[in-house]
């Protein structure tokens, strides 16, 4: 199975639901979201209701809360990719705990930030979260990428990986490798001198060869192989 990911279409703005359970947070996000010109398709207040309501409103990302009743955002994110795997998530929660952060990464989730962020640091969030970045509150992302590399080191040596067999080029493992540090897409064409549109496509190249979902399961791809200690 190929990587089922597509990026926003171009010329219209990016597509957006709402999850929380709380009415006033929910639609203040969903105005502060509308007011910088993205279409807020819909929101919801549990989980049932957003699977409900997906697929009609097929949104971009999904900025959702991880503490809801009935069913928790860690496993709607589940159920959401599963079912839409086009479809990118945005944790936006108060909890800013190791164990929360990580469950929703390994659930699929794209980004993750606390509700204490900034009006325009959702707005660069949902954006960079629909572009596939890996986006984190600042101090979460090293959280992340040191969960990775002690389960890298900690786990036996399983032999020859099948992940292995896709060919990549000279330019997508240089690209693999700041990946695998922790840049996003802009830092790593400053570094490269080349455009960070072509940076996205050297990544979504790389996620389809190597049959992965998001850049998140690409950054711990990386480090499992050891990319981020080379120079």
């Known amino acids: ?19 929380d359970d709380h009415p006033m947070w929910r639609d203040a996000v969903a105005r ?15 989980g049932d209701e957003a699977l ?23 496993r709607l994110t589940r159920y959401i990719l599963s079912a839409h795997p086009r479809v990118r998530v945005l944790v936006l ?12 990464v390994k659930a699929g989730a ?7 962020a900034s009006r325009e640091e959702l707005l660069d969030a949902v954006r960079r979260t629909a572009d596939g970045e890996a986006v984190f509150t600042p ?13 890298a080191v900690a786990a036996p040596d399983p032999g020859p990986n099948p992940r292995d067999t896709p060919k990549l080029t000279e330019r997508e493992t240089e690209v693999l490798r700041f990946v695998a540090k922790g840049l996003g897409s802009r830092r790593i064409a400053q570094r ?18 190597l049959q992965l979902h998001n ?5 711990r791809y990386a480090i499992e192989q050891g990319l981020d200690t080379e120079t």
């Not at 929660?93 to 929703?104: F, N, P, R």
């Not at 960070?196 to 790389?206: A, C, F, K, P």
């Not at 850049?215 to 950054?219: G, K, M, N, S």
């Open 1 to 19: 199975m190929t990587a089922d990911r597509t990026a926003p279409v171009p010329g219209r703005p990016l597509r957006v639901m709402v999850v």
């Open 32 to 46: 502060d979201l509308s007011e910088t010109g993205l279409d807020v398709v819909a929101t919801a207040g549990d």
């Open 52 to 74: 409900r309501r997906l697929p009609a409103a097929r949104p971009d990302v999904v900025v959702l809360d991880l503490q809801m009743p009935h069913m928790d955002g860690v």
């Open 93 to 104: 929660t108060a909890s800013g705990e190791q164990s929360d952060v990580l469950e929703a």
């Open 110 to 116: 794209t980004g993750y930030l606390v509700k204490s």
């Open 139 to 151: 101090g979460l992302a090293g959280l992340v990428l040191g969960e990775y590399r002690r389960l």
């Open 192 to 209: 490269l001198q080349i455009s960070h549109r072509t940076v996205q496509n050297h990544v979504q190249n790389t996620l389809n060869k």
């Open 215 to 219: 850049r998140v399961e690409l950054t």
